[in-house]
């Protein structure tokens, strides 16, 4: 069997982060802005693997562990926030969350 | 004794202290009045012991320095707080406190029932302290200290009665004229002792005059010192042109018009010129336009005397000539002559003021000696002491004034020119006319006041010291008996300072050229001149009151020039003092002031908000817009990094 060579799994990596940062930048939706982010992350988990992997050192995968974690978090926290927001403003319209503004 | 010299300071100030902090809590007159005097009298009596501990010891030992402690130290500056007991400080110490203590005892009567009785103790006790550190500091620094000191006290009690109105104005006006025009002199006596610690690298007395005596730098840095010295003395002690302040001061209670107005401060610049006598005679120049400053101050002050009609202004400006008397005797190099004068001065004109408090008090606050007459009857004891001391001023034979008087005359005849003798005679002889038209107006002819006033003697605590400061008046003269009369010994007085001045006569090469016979030539002159003026005053002012009213309205341009000072104050108003206010108010207030400095802090304000408002539209709320401006930024800082291995 064909070992998959390492540019392929990069490439995927490189277009998953692409297409999540096109959609932090350009979607409105707070909860597809918030899924994008975790696009972004797990495409680093997959390149950190692929390294991980490719060089024989266990560094990189225990780091994706620790990713992961923190990414839970995160989506705990970011969608509480979100929720909470909703109920202030009944929209998760990011354009129209800018009560900071001066 | 001489070791608790420090005592005649401290005393006086724990008197203010208790009186100032205590005194309204205290209430009784009687204690606050015996406070404030008793701790000038041990001070008085300090002096006095270590004045007679000074007469046991030969003469080269009697200049001691009493160190207390170190009080300044900066670099190569090293202030000691010293005091310095040699003949000069403890004769003017004795004057001060003495005539002090009187001035002390006579306000508890005069003073009786003000409403704020301890706080007039307070002051005076004050002024003393100031006045003592003035006289005795050993270093031109402890003697500034004492100097600004005294002005301040000057300032309070002119001002003691703030809520009463003063001719024209209100007393803390007068008050703060002394105040302002004493800070002239002061920045002159300042800028004198920076001169001094230039040239001579140290501010203490016996080095600064060691060093003076030593090398003869050029005369016109001892020119410049010397110059702006004086200017100091004309602030304190009232000459041309800084002397506007003193009638004013006039203001004041009348005891303090005695002790700092009359017979204290305002021979603090006297003193000066006398303990700086080494670096005076290095500079001839200054020496003659002190000579001429002091003698136009004396004449032009009796001048005005003559025609003024306030008892106290008649005396102020008798003081104003008297000190002019006591510069002309410093300009001719006769230092001694002059201190001479300073201490009978002190008790002739003390009694003078005290005489006309006692005066004042009897007629309810009227100072008008038109509205006096025929006193004597009603006043006997002030009448007596009042009259010796007119007859003391006007240098009746016998008494102080002859003494004091005859010797700067002579002097200035002898080393200066006949010119300052003749203009001293003429001020002398007007001298004698105002002190005895003042004399007459009050004690003599008809009662010239609504009778429901009921004049009535001083109580004794107000006319024992009369009688003492006039027996001082008549005897103070004997211990400065010139040579004419005392023969070998010589004068008394004369030999007692001459180790403090011998420097600065043998510089100035000061010496006795004239005959006894032209001395006694001189005192005739003005003796006849003093006798004839007294006899002109009686003639006029009792005999035939109508001469002094013709005269006057003959004279008119004359009377009222006189009757307005010379215009001396309107002209500084409008010369000096009104270009300073709108000055300040058109430049300094409303330019640099409202549009510099406030522009500044406005602007500095302003320019920040501004640029945050250009800044500001960054913040445009958009997430997206922040995520965006982010990954853009790492994404350069990535390029950055990878293009730069």
Redesign the interface.
């Known amino acids: 069997m064909n070992i998959i060579p390492i540019e392929y799994y990069l490439v995927l990596s490189a277009f998953m982060f692409a297409v999540g940062i096109t959609g932090v930048l350009i979607r409105k939706n707070a909860i597809v802005v918030f899924m994008c982010i975790e696009l972004m992350l797990n495409s680093a988990n997959l390149a950190l693997v692929t390294f991980s992997s490719y060089l024989g050192n266990a560094a990189g995968q225990v780091f994706v562990f620790f990713v992961m974690t923190v990414a839970a978090a995160e989506s705990a926290v970011g969608l509480a926030i979100i929720i909470a927001i909703f109920r202030n403003k009944l929209t998760v319209n990011i354009d129209e969350i800018n009560i900071f503004k001066w | 004794m001489i070791d608790y010299i420090y005592l005649t300071v401290l005393l006086p100030l724990i008197g203010f202290l208790i009186n100032g902090i205590f005194g309204h809590k205290i209430k009784n007159e009687k204690i606050i009045g015996i406070i404030g005097s008793s701790t000038v009298g041990v001070s008085f009596l300090v002096a006095l012991a270590s004045f007679f501990q000074m007469l046991s010891l030969p003469v080269d030992q009697r200049k001691h320095v009493v160190e207390l402690f170190s009080w300044l130290s900066a670099g190569g500056l090293n202030i000691k707080f010293a005091y310095l007991v040699d003949q000069l400080s403890i004769v003017m110490a004795l004057i001060v406190t003495g005539v002090g203590f009187l001035i002390h005892v006579y306000s508890i009567g005069y003073m009786h029932a003000d409403k704020s009785f301890w706080r007039f103790f307070a002051y005076l006790n004050l002024f003393i302290f100031a006045m003592m550190n003035l006289i005795l500091g050993d270093n031109f620094v402890v003697l500034f200290l004492g100097w600004e000191g005294v002005g301040l006290c000057s300032y309070l009690l002119i001002g003691f009665w703030y809520d009463r109105k003063f001719e024209k104005g209100t007393t803390s006006q007068a008050a703060k004229k002394a105040f302002v025009v004493n800070r002239i002199g002061d920045f002159g006596f300042l800028l004198g002792m920076f001169l001094i610690y230039l040239t001579f690298d140290s501010l203490n007395f016996q080095e600064v005059f060691s060093k003076a005596e030593l090398f003869p730098i050029s005369g016109t840095v001892y020119g410049f010192i010397a110059l702006f010295l004086f200017i100091g003395a004309t602030g304190k002690s009232a000459q041309i042109p800084l002397f506007v302040w003193l009638p004013d001061a006039m203001a004041g209670p009348t005891p303090v018009s005695a002790l700092i107005h009359a017979a204290t401060m305002v021979t603090a610049g006297v003193y000066m010129v006398a303990r700086c006598s080494i670096i005076f005679a290095s500079a001839p120049a200054i020496m003659t336009v002190i000579a001429i400053v002091g003698l136009l101050t004396a004449f032009f002050a009796a001048t005005v005397g003559l025609v003024q009609n306030d008892i106290k202004k008649v005396l102020a400006y008798s003081t104003v000539s008297q000190l002019g008397y006591m510069f002309l005797a410093m300009g001719v190099g006769a230092f001694s002559a002059g201190i001479f004068h300073v201490m009978t001065h002190a008790f002739f004109k003390a009694l003078l003021f005290l005489g006309a408090g006692s005066i004042i008090h009897a007629m309810h606050d009227q100072q008008d000696i038109q509205h006096y007459g025929g006193l004597k009857k009603y006043m006997p004891k002030t009448y007596i002491t009042f009259v010796i001391a007119a007859l003391a001023i006007s240098g009746f034979p016998g008494l102080s004034g002859f003494f004091s008087k005859d010797e700067i005359l002579w002097n200035a005849y002898a080393h200066g020119s006949v010119l300052l003798w003749a203009v001293g005679i003429l001020t002398a002889l007007m001298t004698a006319f105002y002190m005895f038209r003042l004399l007459f107006l009050t004690f003599f002819g008809k009662e010239r006041f609504s009778h429901d006033l009921h004049p009535h003697e001083s109580p004794a605590v107000m006319t024992v010291p009369l009688i003492i400061l006039a027996v001082l008046s008549v005897v103070g003269g004997y211990i400065g008996l010139p040579a004419v009369f005392s023969g070998e010994n010589g004068n008394l007085f004369e030999s007692w300072l001459s180790p403090i001045f011998s420097s600065a006569e043998r510089r100035l090469e000061v010496y006795g050229s004239h005959g006894h016979f032209e001395e006694i030539l001189l005192m005739m002159i003005s003796v006849a001149a003093a006798l004839g003026s007294i006899y002109l005053a009686y003639y006029i002012y009792t005999k035939k009151p109508e001469i002094a009213s013709k005269t006057s309205r003959k004279f008119s341009k004359l009377y009222r020039l006189l009757l307005n000072k010379y215009y001396v104050d309107e002209v500084y108003e409008a010369t000096i003092v009104q270009p300073l206010q709108k000055g300040s108010e058109k430049i300094l207030w409303k330019i640099a002031d409202n549009k510099i400095i406030d522009g500044t802090v406005n602007g500095a304000a302003s320019l920040i908000d501004k640029t945050a408002a250009l800044i ?1 539209r960054f ?6 817009f922040y ?2 401006i982010m ?1 853009v930024g790492i994404a350069i800082a990535l390029f950055w990094i990878i293009l730069s291995f």
Not at chain 2, 619 to 624: I, K, L, N, R, S
């Open positions: 500001r913040q445009t709320g958009f997430t997206q995520a965006f990954m």
